[in-house]
């Protein structure tokens, strides 16, 4: 496995850390360490992302990225889309003034 501590930014996350294991053909991009209490969503195109405990995109496991690349040109990861109320966010809204 081939690991890169650089900093990579795709569109709107950036990552400091980069591990692809060219055998298994898997790309793991991460932000600080791991932690076990990170949550895990699965894609819909079969990747992982971690979430932290504050909501905040940590880490993203990406599933035949070589072959995606190679196929497609590019790589898709799908999140998760969430809503919130007014109600929701005033008080962090509130807080920032």
């Known amino acids: 496995m081939s690991s890169v501590a650089m900093p990579v930014q795709i569109g709107p996350f950036r990552f400091d850390h980069a591990d692809y294991d ?4 898997v790309l793991y991009l991460h932000s600080g360490p791991f932690a076990a209490h990170d949550d895990v969503i699965d894609t819909p195109e079969g990747h992982f992302v971690r979430i932290d405990n504050t909501g ?9 990225a070589r072959r995606l690349l190679e196929r497609d040109g590019r790589l898709t990861v799908t999140l998760p889309s969430f809503a919130a109320s007014a109600d929701d966010l005033a008080p962090l809204l509130s807080a920032a003034s």
Do not use: I, K, N
């Not at 060219?22 to 053909?25: F, I």
């Open 22 to 25: 060219e055998r298994g053909d």
């Open 56 to 64: 905040r995109v940590v880490g993203v496991t990406v599933m035949g």
